[in-house]
């Protein structure tokens, strides 16, 4: 009798469908992301179940970083990588179809291509720094500005995109990722209501930046950019040059000009010399911040304060 028993359960065992090892594995898939700001929704959705890897940490930039031991070791066992795309992390462009060609790919500016803004050419709008440093087809998403993070209403379809992705690899804890998504964006939501009415009463005050990195956040808020004065932080600008951005600062009549955390506090102080702008610094990957959870909401209400106090009379 006992015999026949363990045959029937045996039996049982064998008709029941293998579970992906993936799926049982308590520490959930490997997953890496390419910055900070995503690396930080990617974890909230994650919450619970494991935790994704971070690629470019500290102040590094996506535009021309270059990949360590380590993190290519992470790219080749990688089950998902999320990034933004070729334009802003070219460097991640030939890693990931060597290393991390097994890896299931979720590229934000190709799932979302419909809903990205056009890159802003000509005028007071000059070309972004990183456009000469991607080597990769320039017609591939170059209409598009990649810097989609910086509008809570679309760090929500972030969110989602990656709980659907996460579903499908690792579905044993699909409820898990579907729960924290909902979360997640509710509070992008709270989030998004809180700058709109911090940031309202400077709607029409003329700002410029260095780099034109902030046309999503500008758009979620109506803000009133008025030009960027790109220079690349790693060479200071002759005297002539110095003389055409301060007529430009002054042209467009801005009352704050935003720099970057990587630009020189001196070049900056001599590059708005004589203009009458304030300065200011934003950033836009958050590289002062701790990764993490809280990075996406510490980094958003940091570009808001900032900016707030630069724009105030």
Known sequence: MRKSIIAVLFAVFLAVPAVDVLAADPQGPKVVVSI?????????????????????KGGGSPHGYVLRPSEARLLADAQLVVWVGHR???????????????????ELAEELESVLLPVREGGSWEAHID???NNHDPDEHA??????????????????????????????????????????KERLDKLHARLSTQLDPYRSVPYAVFHDAYQYFESAY???????????PERRPGAVRIRELRAKIKALNARCVFSEPQFESRLV????????????????????????LENYFL?????????VAGLRD
Do not use: C
């Open 36 to 56: 900070k700001p995503l690396h930080s929704l990617v974890a909230g959705v994650m919450e619970g179940v494991g935790e994704p890897q971070l690629l470019i």
């Open 88 to 106: 802003l992390e070219g460097f991640l462009e030939k890693p990931l179809s060597t290393l991390g060609r097994k890896a299931r790919q979720l």
């Open 131 to 133: 456009d000469h440093e």
């Open 143 to 184: 209409e598009h500005d990649q810097h989609l993070w910086l509008n809570p209403l679309l760090a929500k379809q972030v969110v989602e995109k990656t709980a659907a992705v996460l579903a499908e690899i690792d579905p044993v804890h699909q409820q898990q990722y579907l729960k924290n998504a909902a979360r997640l």
């Open 222 to 232: 109506g803000l009133n950019a008025v030009g960027s004065i790109t220079i690349d």
């Open 269 to 292: 102080a001599t590059v708005i010399e004589g203009t009458g702008a304030k300065t200011g610094i934003l950033d836009p990957l958050g590289a002062e911040l701790p990764a993490g």
């Open 299 to 307: 980094l958003m209400n940091a570009l808001a304060d900032n900016l």
